[in-house]
């Protein structure tokens, strides 16, 4: 009892989802969708005029036996057997153009589910991204959504289209006893709890199993990608982990087998009981034939109403098993698209500060990451004066990236407040919070575009400013990078698409210097800015600092003390918090941890 009571539960749960799935295939593709609903119709109708055809061809040919072949006789004949010809013709054209029907919907679909998926992970914060159980609900929504809204609806019309042939036949079978088409329902009644329990099954194991699929698919970039090919092949990593993909594999293999073989099983006796029934009643329709209570075009009727009754019945529940499935597995997609951002706008967002470049304040600020028990900060306070330039040094893990989060609001403070020009980021707009900061990050992405979008990466800008670009370039010492190139601004970089320049890991990191001063943002952040340096640009590098930073409020986050010497204020980070503060000759002298 209560495991029906909990398929039922199940399937009512997954209702919700097939409105929701109807509404985003129509956005996407109404035309193509309502065309291949009125060919749907016209596929149901189709066979069951197909079917009283052969009824009266049987009959006439049947009385055509005996009495000769006269051009009268043969007109009797020729008119029902060329309508059952042209509709069949008919019904062949209706699939070719369901097919193509159902190509170009399944298109604009997948676009707009890959779309919606783009949409949230652009909306989500910064520590989803930091979340394994993101990650699993990222992949199931991108691995089994694409296809599903559209299937799911094709489902939906192949209940529609079978249900109408359906009736039809019950309406031409119920002639030969009003129990015939009842029979004809009971046959499948196996059938139908085997569709329903494989989908839920197939979609527990596909929960199950997320995490080592998407470990396989790790370890399968591991092996593929040029990012990590040479140290696999100087730590003969391969072999190791291409063991580990087959592992994972077979492990998953000997389970879905395993779910298979299940499957087939209950399918074999479903069957097997589909064919007593209904072979019971079509001897009870032969009898009667033999008895001579129906003619021989009835007879043929009759084995062709209840052979495909039985098809269309096998049809509709495979049909209903497909709703049910797609719509338990649309519950990962809708659950994915269901996900809220916890860094948001306020309700009454404040103005932009009107200090010009904004000073940078942590007032008493507590943090932790989600999830985690141990704090980064724990009361951190300090200020950077409006157009200063600060350094901020520290070993590593003593939040010295975390404070760039903060700043960027990719995170928001358990306790206390990031300042802005004397403005809380939490009472500003995020988009205006963001656009106050440009940042180097430790890491920068290296894009597979021309060298002017891997400086102005953002699309639709009616104007680039070609001469800040020129500047940036020159100021983070990757003028020289681009004149080497073979169309300069206009080259491809990376390898991913053929014709792409490769650039040495210095020069990337020359080019996302260039992007973050390109941007203008009246507040810099720069992390590891020197890390890539050769020695001799490094020294040119810190002579420009202040001009770099230019009427901007400038901080710089370094292991590198000679970096960190031109900076007006340099901070020393260790466990979270500041314990010295000071320009470079002044903690130089005091004997601390600067010294």
Partial sequence: MSATKDHHEGFLAQLPHVPRALRLVWQAAPWWTLFWLAGLVLQALVPVAIVFCTRVV???????????????????????????????????LLRAADRLMRSMQAEL????????????????????????????RLYRARSDSHDRPVVLVQSLGALLQHGLTLAGM????????????????????????????????????NLRTTAESRRGWYLDWLLCTRETAAEVRLFDLGPQTARGFQSIRSGLR????????????????????????????????????????????ELAMAFQAFVQGQRLMRS??????????????????????????????????????EESPPSVRLRGVEFSYPGSDSAVFDGLDFEIPSGSVAALLGVNGAGKTTLVKLLCRFYDPDRGSVELGGVDVRKLRVGDARSLVSALYQEPVHFSDTVLRNIVPVDGRDHIDREAVSSAL??????????????????????????????????????ALARALARGAPILLLDEPTASMDSWLESEWRRQLRRLGGDRTVIVITHRLTTASCADVIHIMEDGKIVESGRHDTLVNAGGRYQ
């Fill in 58 to 92: 049987v009959d006439r040919i049947t009385e055509a036996a005996g009495a000769g072949s006269s051009w009268a006789v043969l007109e009797q004949i020729l008119f029902p057997t060329v309508l059952m010809a042209a509709l069949l013709v008919v019904n062949e």
């Fill in 109 to 136: 679909v997948r676009d707009a589910v890959s779309g919606l998926i783009h949409q949230r992970s652009m909306a989500v914060d910064l520590a989803h991204f930091e979340s394994p159980d993101y990650h699993d």
């Fill in 170 to 205: 019950a309406a031409v079978l119920v002639r030969f006893g009003w129990w015939v088409p009842l029979v004809l329902v009971i046959s499948t009644l196996p059938a139908l709890a085997v569709v329903a329990g494989h989908a839920r099954r197939h979609h527990r194991w």
């Fill in 254 to 297: 000997r389970a879905r087998l395993k779910l298979s073989r299940t499957e087939a099983g209950l399918e074999i006796l479903a069957a097997a009981f589909a064919l007593t029934v209904s072979g019971g009643a079509m001897i009870w329709i032969t009898i009667q034939s033999l008895e001579g209570r129906l003619s021989i075009g």
């Fill in 316 to 353: 509709l529940l495979e049909s209903a098993g497909q709703v049910w499935s797609n719509a338990l597995f649309l519950d990962n997609l809708f659950a994915f698209l269901a996900i809220e951002p916890a860094i948001t706008d306020p309700p009454e967002p404040l103005s932009l500060p």
């Fill in 474 to 511: 020159l100021a983070s010492g990757a003028k020289e990078v681009v004149d080497k190139l073979p169309e300069g601004l206009d080259t491809r970089l990376g390898t991913w698409f053929e014709g792409g320049a490769e650039l040495s890991v210095g020069e990337w990191h020359r080019l």
